[in-house]
């Protein structure tokens, strides 16, 4: 029996299967250091114990979008490995703050499995769970991939595809946030005035920085993921492949993304859920990204008075700015739009 | 009314006006060791806890320059997103020790205000003050920088620029320093067995060694900082502009030459002022960077028994070898200096 | 009296002579992060404190071979600043655990001086301990490396080469593993279903992934070991060199290639000896880097009940895959192994 795993194919999953995922991962102040070099994030409360402190949080928590990367990167060897797409995200809750000092873990249940007519592929559906090491739930989010058949030639005829909600609704949100002292909250740290009333359903906002990315910054950031899908590594291997060279972690974008997001959105301090997220065209090395909001729902997460839930569609562009609200999608020649994200992010009133 | 911040031009500021500026920031031992991967610095006390906590510090500080280019990267969303060029500093004093944990603040004041004669530009003095969670100055400095008009038809009239020192004065060394044990000083662990009574006014050392900067490494310092300038990160903006590519930021020149300069001042252990700084010309990825200096200054700095302050001149230089001590400055086709720093560096006698 | 050091000359070293190296180090999360995102090391028990701890560790230590890389690298300004060849490493023995916060500490002894028949160098035998702040032994090795002379005309006499081990023996095995809890091992949290029982002597693994090295990774990595070789970081200066560029360190390459193999051996999580090292072929940047592992020998460590040490030899290759266990060597033209690690690794019973 050889020792080296191949990863899972389609015919390995099975509905209702649970797989517990390697490597239980401490983050740390050192993890935390390096998101901000990886992608100048300036959010006050992931930045600065003493703001974090000043508003209720016992410390500075860490960023949500390294929380959720290295969730996803657990997964990666058993549900993506042989990943042909990833298609998409769903139902994406935060539902404990996680701290510098804390441990993460992470298991998948398989919900969904569709074998494509070609026969060479299907779909896999997961929920995946993330933990601390008290046991308690720290993220939950759906994913689904379009994974490689061992055996092209003889059909499963599975064809089960979960229900998934549109969007996580305003009553389950707010998990992973304290209450919070809006009085205290100083608007000139935080880097704007814009508070959750002073947003309006329909608003555009254009994020105007652009950030080139470089092959060692996303293997870095990958690599601090544990994330070991084959695609953003080799350049021997990929230069035989689809696009001829290494192709960007889907997650890296979402973090360029919502680093740029601050220059319009500085208040909006915490992504409380993931309504969908769609990688609507691959980045490479070499390419700009860019992005703008729409912010497409207003909601009292489940009543509080403390903050308000802003629903925002980030699209992050390649190579194209975002001064005129641009949705078209990147092509190989084309510069266009490379990541749709919906999002729910809370914000003080 | 946009939530995009287009940044300052030169009518938005006012003579006296203070500017409080986002984002607090906690400096870990995340940060420093991503500053020693950046640079390789080597200094002992900063890299030790029990070479620093043997001679007097409760444990290893933040590097200086980290503190100083975490407290500039605050003002640049305020002060030069809009800048043309990063004219010069001067009156930069450390005025308390920062360790792993604190946080760093930033406010700057406007001192000066000169319009230039073509009408386009005019050029901003301010001085930067750093302080921490409790409220301490932990530094000051002075700045210049050339700024864009909003209306270069209409002329203001500003005409206000500071009077500056022309260097730190030697009684107000050393605030950041606590008392030196130097005679627990080890000269075999620090590096070196010249200490300040070895130097002389008029030496001049060639660093010796030389760094070849990839545009990965300035990027993620200057993300790091939280430095949001946009000459730095998007080639594809760049690319349209005056030099075709991405400009390295000022300070990580100075912190490559205060790394270099270890080969020949192991013992300088703080920098402890800087009297002025000029950037000569741009540094771009791919250029190789060296370092020498030459001592100007020799003080007992405020009558100190543990340490004596060396006043250096720094030169970096981009391709060219330091053994013969150039001075003469880089062009785009000509290797030479980039970089002039004049500052203050403590010694254990 | 020049301050630059020019570093160490063969001339310039004794028989017995004993060196204490600059700069001494404390280990930190920080440091620990980096690691990780550099090499995307996948071992539970440095990866989460809550795993060490169930196992019983008191927390996670420090990756072995980071430890290796930071006391190797204050060697370098002493031994191998004028070194022509990394020769190889015998009798590397990790004596104790090595824990963030730590400080390490670095001497070396000169055990061999052979002078070459050509005049113009020799090789240079020191055996280095590195400790930590409570004075104990964490590590020590053998090294070789052939150094330029001084003089070139002048011949030296020195012939003395030490007796080195062909390997460490089973019984020093172990120094820097505590008791471990076997029991509390969980398999699906360290990755792999294979314990200590399940390897043969003989049996060949390919860890399948290939990891492309860019510049700006093998340049942090070098800095963050505050290693000085200049082979490393001048483009400027290699480009006159031998290979026309910068050359990769080393221990780069055995870190990549470690990381990589836990995809056969993840279980494997303590590297507690090294029996010998060779570089085969150089590395640059742009190369694609393989590994594939012969299980050599097996021993019940000193007759402990908790793990056994398997004794593994890990070969790199560059821009080659492993699926066919290649040994031939890589040439400018021709990819290949670029390592060949002889060492022993623990893994739970």
Redesign the interface.
């Known amino acids: 029996m050889?020792?080296?795993?191949?990863g899972n194919f389609f015919e390995d999953f099975s509905l209702g299967q649970v797989i517990?995922?390697?490597?239980?991962?401490?983050v740390?102040?050192?993890?935390?250091?390096?998101y901000?070099?990886?992608?100048?994030?300036?959010?006050?409360v992931q930045?600065?114990?003493?703001?974090a402190e000043t508003i209720g949080y016992p410390r500075?928590p860490v960023d949500d979008l390294l929380v959720f990367h290295i969730v996803f990167g657990k997964t990666v060897?058993d549900i993506s490995l042989n990943a042909v797409a990833n298609l998409g995200y769903a139902e994406c809750q935060f539902l404990n703050t996680v701290y510098p000092?804390d441990?993460l873990?992470a298991e998948s249940q398989v919900i969904g499995l569709k074998e494509n007519s070609s026969g060479k592929t299907g779909t896999v559906y997961v929920r995946t769970h993330g933990s601390n090491?008290h046991g308690e739930a720290v993220l939950s989010f759906v994913r689904w991939v379009m994974v490689r058949k061992r055996n092209e030639t003889q059909m499963s005829g599975a064809a089960t595809v979960p229900v998934l909600a549109s969007h996580v609704s305003a009553e389950a949100l707010g998990g992973a946030c304290p209450p919070i002292a809006a009085e205290a909250w100083s608007n000139?740290?935080?880097?704007?005035p814009?508070r959750f009333n002073?947003?309006a359903v329909g608003?555009k906002?254009?994020?105007?920085?652009?950030?080139?990315v470089?092959?060692?910054?996303h293997?870095?950031?990958?690599?601090?993921y544990?994330?070991?899908a084959?695609v953003h590594?080799?350049?021997?291997?990929e230069a035989k492949g689809r696009f001829g060279r290494?192709l960007i972690y889907g997650g890296h974008v979402i973090s360029l993304a919502r680093a740029l997001s601050f220059?319009?959105?500085?208040n909006a301090f915490h992504i409380t859920a993931i309504n969908g997220g769609r990688h609507v065209a691959p980045l490479f090395a070499?390419g700009?990204v860019y992005a703008w909001s729409e912010i497409r729902e207003k909601s009292h997460a489940s009543g509080r008075a403390d903050v308000g839930a802003l629903r925002i569609l980030t699209r992050a562009t390649r190579?194209l700015s975002c001064e005129a609200f641009p949705t078209n999608e990147a092509t190989p020649e084309q510069p266009g739009v490379v990541l749709e994200l919906d999002y729910w992010a809370l914000m003080p009133v």
């Open positions: 050889s020792k080296t795993s191949p517990v995922h390697a490597t239980p991962r401490t740390t102040a050192g993890d935390q250091a390096l901000t070099a990886l992608y100048g994030s300036r959010f006050a930045s600065a114990d003493a703001f500075s060897p000092g441990t873990y090491q000139a740290h935080a880097g704007a814009h002073d947003y608003e906002i254009n994020h105007a920085d652009g950030m080139t470089e092959e060692a910054e293997q870095l950031a990958t690599r601090l544990q994330n070991t084959r590594f080799s350049q021997q291997a290494r220059n319009g959105l500085a070499g700009t190579d």
